[in-house]
């Protein structure tokens, strides 16, 4: 029989009722004629809850202990739900992470799957079991201790048994019913896209529209996993949400995707330091080491062999950020005049693969701005990516004017 992946976040099974719901949803593809792998999340707001009792318990908590806890949510949800289709008479059970086994790397709290084996699963199919309900998020290391993948880590799962067990569709069931054009709480306007490509999708999922997480999508762009984004509070409907798929998939491409931005950015600027070999890598190997993600860097012009470095981050990284450097500088490692911050900007992307045959995207978005007189302080460009920082106070108008222009609530 063809597998079918269906994964339910945290809201989708946030108490009894939900998971009878969730279960329905499951019954119906059962009878459809697929054997079914769920993945389920905990029930939402739970894993927050035991990392704050890890925190509370021990600050500098032993990573393996702090798995073993903050895994245990799914655990429960998948028991209940195995529980609920039994009561419905599917033949159903529930599976940990190191029963599948999902084995994984021992990087505790971020872990990455090496490898799922089907056969145990697939065994029980062949017996007449008809669904395998897998607590996400969680694995085994090498060394036998619990894992878990880094937070919203069931989509991963989900991506990877899809994967692993071929299977015809990988459905993310959420509380919202698809990708949208730009956040909905930003413009009446946004609209929900039938289709998006992996690579799209990638970038509007990494600039923080939080529908998926960024390494599920890597995966199932690597494995070619169709993915499905709907939601379970809506009434069943097979073209429900949306398909997140291969660029060929997808004949009528607009050229813009969607508008995403990010609320708390900072931008860093030190000024005056020496235009020499290696220092780049001698500003960004301390900033990496302290863990600052950077993310934007632009090098100013040079003169009489000194230039200014720009680089974003987030917002509740600058302290970080400037101890990195100050460290950096009192070990003369590099030497500036002042490091600057501006902790009140916003970054706001354009999306789309349209972008790589079709020119003049960026001239219209910076026209765009332009006309409603926001300043654009950085820039920087992929090949399917623009994206600007300006001051968070225009960040709402700046999304909706360029949604307005790119036309994108049209179809
Ligand atoms: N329960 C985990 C979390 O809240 C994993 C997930 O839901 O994806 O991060
Ligand atoms: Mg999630």
Same mark, same amino acid.
């Given at each position: 029989?063809?597998?079918?992946?269906?994964?339910?976040?945290?809201?989708?099974?946030?108490?009894?009722?939900?998971?009878?719901?969730?279960?329905?949803?499951?019954?119906?593809?059962?009878?459809?004629?697929?054997?079914?792998?769920?993945?389920?999340?905990?029930?939402?707001?739970?894993?927050?809850?035991?990392?704050?009792?890890?925190?509370?318990?021990?600050?500098?908590?032993?990573?393996?202990?702090?798995?073993?806890?903050?895994?245990?949510?799914?655990?429960?949800?998948?028991?209940?739900?195995?529980?609920?289709?039994?009561?419905?008479?599917?033949?159903?059970?529930?599976?940990?992470?190191?029963?599948?086994?999902?084995?994984?790397?021992?990087?505790?709290?971020?872990?990455?799957?090496?490898?799922?084996?089907?056969?145990?699963?697939? #065994?029980?199919?062949? /017996?007449?079991?008809? $669904? &395998?309900? !897998? *607590?996400?998020?969680?694995?085994?290391?090498?060394?036998?201790? @619990?894992?878990?993948?880094?937070?919203?880590?069931?989509?991963?799962?989900?991506?990877?048994?899809?994967?692993?067990?071929?299977?015809?569709?990988?459905?993310?069931?959420?509380?919202?019913?698809?990708?949208?054009?730009?956040?909905?709480?930003?413009?009446?306007?946004?609209?929900?896209?039938?289709?998006?490509?992996?690579?799209?999708?990638?970038?509007?999922?990494?600039?923080?529209?939080?529908?998926?997480?960024?390494?599920?999508?890597?995966?199932?762009?690597?494995?070619?996993?169709?993915?499905?984004?709907?939601?379970?509070?809506?009434?069943?409907?097979?073209?429900?949400?949306?398909?997140?798929?291969?660029? #060929?998939?997808?004949? /009528?491409?607009?050229? $813009? &995707?969607? !508008? *995403?931005?990010?609320?708390?950015?900072?931008?860093?600027?030190? @000024?005056?330091?020496?235009?020499?070999?290696?220092?780049?890598?001698?500003?960004?190997?301390?900033?990496?080491?302290?863990?600052?993600?950077?993310?934007?860097?632009?090098?100013?012009?040079?003169?009489?062999?000194?230039?200014?470095?720009?680089?974003?981050?987030?917002?509740?990284?600058?302290?970080?950020?400037?101890?990195?450097?100050?460290?950096?500088?009192?070990?003369?490692?590099?030497?500036?005049?002042?490091?600057?911050?501006?902790?009140?900007?916003?970054?706001?992307?354009?999306?789309?693969?349209?972008?790589?045959?079709?020119?003049?995207?960026?001239?219209?978005?910076?026209?765009?701005?332009?006309?409603?007189?926001?300043?654009?302080?950085?820039?920087?460009?992929?090949?399917?990516?623009?994206?600007?920082?300006?001051?968070?106070?225009?960040?709402?108008?700046?999304?909706?004017?360029?949604?307005?222009?790119?036309?994108?609530?049209?179809?």
């Amino acid at each position: 029989m063809p597998i079918l992946v269906m994964k339910f976040g945290g809201t989708s099974v946030a108490n009894l009722d939900r998971i009878a719901r969730a279960s329905k949803r499951v019954a119906r593809e059962v009878a459809n004629g697929y054997d079914v792998i769920v993945i389920v999340s905990a029930m939402s707001g739970k894993t927050n809850e035991l990392v704050g009792w890890v925190g509370d318990t021990s600050p500098m908590y032993d990573a393996r202990e702090y798995d073993a806890i903050v895994s245990s949510g799914e655990n429960v949800t998948a028991g209940l739900m195995a529980l609920r289709l039994q009561e419905m008479d599917i033949p159903a059970r529930s599976w940990q992470g190191w029963q599948v086994p999902v084995k994984t790397t021992s990087a505790h709290s971020s872990a990455r799957i090496n490898e799922i084996p089907n056969d145990n699963i697939m #065994e029980k199919f062949g /017996e007449g079991m008809r $669904v &395998a309900v !897998v *607590a996400g998020f969680q694995g085994v290391s090498p060394e036998g201790r @619990i894992t878990t993948l880094g937070r919203g880590g069931s989509d991963t799962t989900a991506v990877a048994f899809a994967a692993a067990f071929e299977a015809e569709r990988c459905d993310i069931y959420t509380d919202v019913d698809g990708v949208y054009t730009t956040d909905p709480r930003l413009t009446d306007k946004a609209r929900k896209l039938d289709k998006i490509a992996f690579e799209e999708m990638l970038e509007l999922a990494s600039l923080g529209a939080k529908v998926l997480q960024t390494r599920s999508v890597e995966l199932a762009m690597r494995y070619k996993v169709k993915l499905r984004v709907l939601s379970s509070f809506e009434e069943y409907d097979p073209e429900a949400g949306t398909m997140v798929c291969d660029e #060929e998939d997808i004949m /009528e491409s607009k050229v $813009v &995707a969607g !508008v *995403a931005y990010q609320r708390d950015e900072a931008k860093m600027t030190l @000024i005056s330091v020496a235009d020499r070999p290696g220092i780049a890598s001698a500003i960004f190997t301390p900033l990496a080491e302290a863990g600052v993600n950077v993310d934007m860097i632009v090098q100013n012009i040079s003169e009489e062999g000194r230039t200014d470095m720009t680089f974003s981050c987030p917002v509740d990284q600058v302290a970080r950020a400037e101890r990195a450097m100050a460290e950096a500088k009192d070990s003369g490692e590099i030497n500036f005049h002042d490091l600057v911050a501006d902790t009140d900007v916003a970054k706001i992307s354009v999306v789309g693969i349209g972008m790589r045959s079709h020119t003049g995207i960026a001239a219209k978005m910076f026209d765009v701005l332009s006309a409603e007189g926001i300043n654009i302080k950085v820039i920087t460009t992929s090949e399917i990516k623009i994206s600007v920082l300006i001051d968070r106070k225009y960040m709402e108008l700046a999304v909706q004017a360029l949604h307005d222009a790119f036309e994108l609530e049209k179809a």
